[in-house]
């Protein structure tokens, strides 16, 4: 383990998190909804952040784990180390991250995240960290807007027309003449002459059990984490990977009952 | 002190803080070979390289001749290309965009001998506290309490909106006046009378 025991994990103020979120996770964005900030330090100074909150679609997700109510569940929404921690900080931090979770909100049955195998890695952290693999969907929702960020669809509305109800009427006026009332991201793309590509890639679903009795109360199965090379959504580092003979093969090969902390280099300090 | 006769005479820094870039470097070769040098390099008393490290291992390795000139910083040594003349010259045009390009592009901050140098020297005149962390991906951050969050179930009530024409906007209101007239303003469940106007229309609708 090295100098990865010496690593602390503990609550930072959001505008802290987000500073450290924004240079080192390969989207440069936050997650604006996101209420718990984790900072992760070794020697005093802060390299690495996690980032927690209420899922965007909580409504929906809320059922992956049934008699879990609607506070009983949190996401994981960023996760970002500098290069210079020592190798295992990541499966380290987020083992100490989820027992201080599970101390400081006993409430809270499972976390769920989500990796980015479009541009970014398939989740080899997480399943070294105890994680399940719930789902692996081919992605629809992040796109390469015309103008060259990328975006995911339920966020195109707040990011190009940011603002209350109304807001978008004003910037086009003839915005729900054209579409007949539909309302949708790829409408909203329209109206300000934009288009979009949806890009290729995987998005995978994580659940990690902070009460083990929740585990019990899955409703969907559990994917054995060699259906990610079936389906080829292996990714490392923003590259499209085959299990075999990738940096990632030292993951488990199906899925633990517990967390461990198998050796893994990080997934998301690198830019494109 | 002995007298710089060629690259050889010279010492790179051995703390340089620029670890320099691999298509930098082909740049900068490439530079050096067609328009030849075009600023000088520095070093110190004793033939350690302060500025131009990079320039210096170029130059050794395509055999670039070397001229001293002592200063003590007092004068501004200006080389003058007798062959170009910018006016006229695409060589001295490009050199222009070479000189500033190169530096640009073969331009990359060792963080590690930054941080040990910042034991030495104030870092703060050149770079803002912002910058010098995300050169080092390490950051001046304090820790807090940890954030409340809510513990309690969700509140048994949603808001849902839809998008209606103005025709059937009318039918819609219509439809609920009607329905609270008919017993459907109120519910054991919600205060909303719209609300539960619309369910009982629902209501009605879903059980024929």
């Known amino acids: 383990m090295g100098r990865a025991k010496d690593i602390t994990v503990k609550p930072v103020a959001a505008r802290d998190a987000n500073r450290v979120i924004k240079a080192l996770h390969y989207s440069g964005k936050v997650c604006q909804n996101s209420q718990v900030h984790l900072g992760v330090f070794l020697d005093g100074k802060c390299g690495g952040a996690l980032q927690f909150g209420p899922s965007l679609d909580k409504r929906k997700l809320q059922g992956l784990v049934a008699r879990t109510l609607w506070n009983e569940f949190i996401e994981l929404n960023r996760l970002a180390f500098a290069d210079w921690l020592p190798r295992n900080s990541e499966s380290r931090a987020l083992a100490y991250a989820m027992r201080w979770l599970r101390k400081t909100y006993p409430w809270l049955k499972w976390v769920v995240s989500f990796a980015d195998a479009t541009q970014c890695g398939d989740g080899a952290i997480y399943r070294a960290s105890g994680f399940v693999l719930t789902a692996i969907k081919k992605n629809t929702d992040l796109w390469q807007i015309s103008d060259g960020t990328i975006s995911h669809a339920q966020s195109i509305k707040q990011i190009h027309f940011p603002g209350q109800r109304g807001e978008f009427q004003r910037a086009a006026p003839d915005f729900m003449q054209t579409t007949r009332g539909k309302v949708s991201p790829l409408e909203f793309l329209r109206a300000k002459g934009k288009t979009r590509v949806i890009l290729n890639g995987f998005q995978l679903r994580y659940i990690y059990f902070l009460d083990p009795a929740a585990r019990d109360c899955l409703t969907v199965p559990i994917v054995p984490f060699g259906e990610i090379e079936r389906r080829g959504a292996g990714m490392y580092r923003g590259k499209p990977i085959s299990r075999a003979g990738s940096d990632t093969k030292d993951t488990p090969g199906d899925q633990p009952g517990k967390g461990g902390s198998t050796p893994t280099p990080a997934l998301q300090t690198y830019r494109k | ?208």
């Not at chain 2, 007092?74 to 003058?80: F, M, P």
């Not at chain 2, 962390?133 to 807090?144: H, K, T």
């Open chain 2, 1 to 208: 002190m002995k007298e710089i006769r060629s690259i050889k005479d010279l010492t790179p820094d051995p703390r340089n803080l620029n670890r320099g870039t691999q298509r930098g470097r082909g740049m900068l070769e490439q530079s050096l070979r067609k328009y030849g040098a075009g600023r000088s390099i520095l070093t110190d008393k004793n033939g350690v390289v302060i500025a131009g490290n990079k320039v210096s291992e170029v130059a050794g390795e395509i055999d670039l001749p070397v001229r001293e000139i002592q200063t003590r910083g007092r004068e501004l040594i200006v080389v003058r290309r007798m062959d170009l003349d910018l006016e006229k010259d695409k060589a001295a045009k490009e050199l222009a965009v070479a000189d500033n390009r190169v530096a640009q592009i073969d331009l990359d901050w060792n963080p590690d001998l930054l941080k040990e140098l910042s034991a030495e020297i104030d870092l703060g005149q050149f770079w803002m506290e912002s910058e010098l962390e995300l050169l080092s991906q390490s950051f001046n951050v304090n820790g807090i309490d940890a954030p409340v969050l809510s513990n309690i179930d969700r509140n048994p009530f949603q808001q849902m909106t839809f998008t209606l024409h103005d025709e059937q906007a009318e039918e819609v209101k219509a439809a609920l006046e009607k329905a609270k007239a008919a017993g459907g303003r109120v519910s054991a469940v919600n205060e909303n009378s719209n609300g539960n106007a619309l369910a009982f229309i629902c209501e009605a609708f879903n059980r024929g």
